[in-house]
């Protein structure tokens, strides 16, 4: 289970020779890669489960109904109990897409810098990673909701002006998820940056948010309130917030290609790989991911629309 966020990883400076050694063992690539991957990927925090496409692509069930297709009967004693049929779901099919990309680093830049453009080269194979897969797999699971709650509806508290208003709004919002009988209780909800700051600062105005231990403004962490996990990202399509239960919306479904001298960089589908450029004087960095999201349940999920924030 990933803890996110998580303060940054560093890597000491180190001879040039260690260097030189950690790029020739992708075992140590991969754990560095992991380590990144696995505080900055919100997709993989959205999408919990974790599949395995194999052949380019996964089949799975979606919509599948928690309640068996009869009634339960009254049983008299020594009777029979009467049979019944549990429905499948829709049977739907991703294909998987490989994105990826190198780096060069070259051994002039090692000899003089150290790990530094060893460091600077994988953070920014993480962020352009991380801003891709988070930005497709966040259009998939905003496509794939239907459902909305507009919270300038009639009966609705209005506009996040004020902490009480966020406060209604997300709970109104979370019991017409809870209301739908399918066994969903959200536990995330996703922001834009901008509005997340507002909506903090809104709640803790109004005195809704811990004083001390758990206040964003005093941790830097994401907040728990009203039972969910606050989150922020900017790779988000949608303009409005995004509710979801995280157990039961879908996974990421990673496919393993293999291959001489690639490394899976742990639980995050990522596999990487330093290709040695004798020609030029140094090596090619390299971080692919082979997967595709997978929303299960999209009534796991709903939107709330007209907040102003």
Do not use: C
């Not at 709970?171 to 959200?186: M, Q």
């Amino acid at each position: 289970m990933y803890t996110y966020p998580a303060p940054p990883v560093t890597v000491s400076g180190g001879t040039t020779e260690e260097v030189h050694y950690l790029l020739k063992t992708p075992k140590l690539i991969a754990r560095r890669l992991r380590d990144l991957l696995e505080k900055r990927y919100i997709s993989d925090r959205m999408l919990v489960g974790r599949f395995e496409a194999v052949g380019g692509a996964i089949l799975y069930e979606t919509g599948e109904p928690i309640f068996t297709n009869d009634e339960p009967e009254a049983v008299a004693p020594g009777g029979s109990y009467p049979k019944t049929t549990a429905s499948g779901g829709e049977l739907a099919a991703a294909k998987t897409n490989k994105w990826g990309q190198d780096v060069p680093v070259f051994d002039e830049a090692i000899a003089r810098l150290g790990i530094s453009p060893v460091e600077r080269a994988f953070t920014k194979l993480v962020n352009q990673s991380v801003k891709f897969v988070d930005s497709a797999a966040l259009g998939v699971i905003a496509s794939k909701i239907t459902q909305t709650y507009s919270v300038t509806g009639a009966g609705a508290p209005g506009a996040w002006t004020t902490g009480d208003a966020i406060v209604e709004g997300v709970l109104l919002a979370k019991a017409k998820v809870t209301g739908l009988d399918e066994g969903y209780d959200p536990d995330v909800i996703v922001l834009r940056d901008e509005q997340w700051a507002k909506a903090i600062a809104r709640l803790n105005a109004d005195g809704l948010l811990p004083r001390e231990a758990g206040n964003p403004l005093v941790t830097g962490l994401w907040p728990q309130a009203l039972g969910l996990t606050w989150l922020s990202s900017n790779h988000t399509p949608s303009a409005n917030p995004l509710l979801v239960d995280t157990t039961q919306l879908g996974g990421m479904a990673d496919e393993k290609l293999g291959g001489p001298g690639y490394t899976s960089a742990g639980g995050v589908g990522v596999e990487t790989k330093a290709i040695r450029d004798d020609e030029n004087d140094g090596y090619l960095l390299r971080a692919r991911r082979v997967t595709v999201p997978v929303v299960l349940e999209p009534n796991a999920g709903i939107i709330i629309t007209n907040t102003g924030v």
